[in-house]
């Protein structure tokens, strides 16, 4: 865990691999697969499911990620970061030896354990699958505890989608698994449309499940609209507000939404918190 003494004094890890998940430009996504300079962290480490941490550079600075990984992926971290600024961009430059700085986990998690013996339908748009993903491989990796898993993932163009060979995965160990892209491409054999209207498309049944979703704020909004068309409850509906986190310890108070710090209550939220709070969608 985080020093809890100093929580601004970060972790150094080493890069053990790094790659894109998309074609490199501007807002290219590139994950990173980290392990602690100091192997005695993973002594007392523990992040779940929508954890997120400081990510940075020496020397150029540090921004909020969520944690790509699953604690069930054990001996590393991932993070999948999107290259939109000076920070992201010195990070992009990194590569497979070199170093960078993590501070964590920070925020709170997905109740995996209040899921026990539920139905999981992911619902993701972009890089907003990166903190879907370790619910996924969660569940996963815990099959016995949970119903069925079912994915649902978009992206603008096929080469835009992340963590592709994945997805083959899922489907080949018999995962429900849903692809989308918004416009139509030679070739392309699955949906196209937007998530929300591919969520309606494939319509998963509410009774005894609950629904994660992520993506741009304006996908979460018709996202947990649809899914209440099709009969899930506030509280079935679970959400990231990652991209809002600054501080990520509730000292600069930038990350309020409504009454709430997403830092401090969040990342993670039910529809039933966020519901009565319209800037949580803007």
Known sequence: MMDESNPYLPYIVNIEDAWYE??????????????????KVWDTWSHKPGNCAMVGRLGIGESMFCISSSPTEEGYLR???MQAGKV???LHDLEAGDTMTVR??????????????KNIVSIGGGIGQAPLRPVINYVRANKDKYG???????A?????????????????EGTECHLAIDIEEEGWKNFVGFVPDLLLDVAPSAENTIAVTCGPPILIKFVTQGLEKLGFTADQIYTTLEERMK???GKCGRCNVGSLY????????????????????A
């Open 148 to 154: 069925t898993l079912s994915v649902l993932y978009g």
């Open 247 to 249: 501080c990520g310890i």
């Open 104 to 117: 964590g986990p920070l925020g709170n998690s997905f109740p995996m354990e209040e899921w026990e013996g």
């Open 22 to 39: 998309t074609p490199v430009g501007d807002r290219a996504v590139k994950t990173f697969k980290v392990n602690f300079q100091d192997e």
């Open 262 to 281: 997403v830092c401090k209550d969040g990342p993670v939220f039910s529809y039933a918190t966020l519901k009565e709070i319209p800037e949580a969608f």
């Open 156 to 172: 603008r163009t096929s080469d835009l989608h992340c963590f592709k060979s994945e997805f083959q995965e899922y489907q080949e």
């Open 79 to 81: 993070f999948s970061i």
């Open 88 to 90: 992201t961009s010195a």
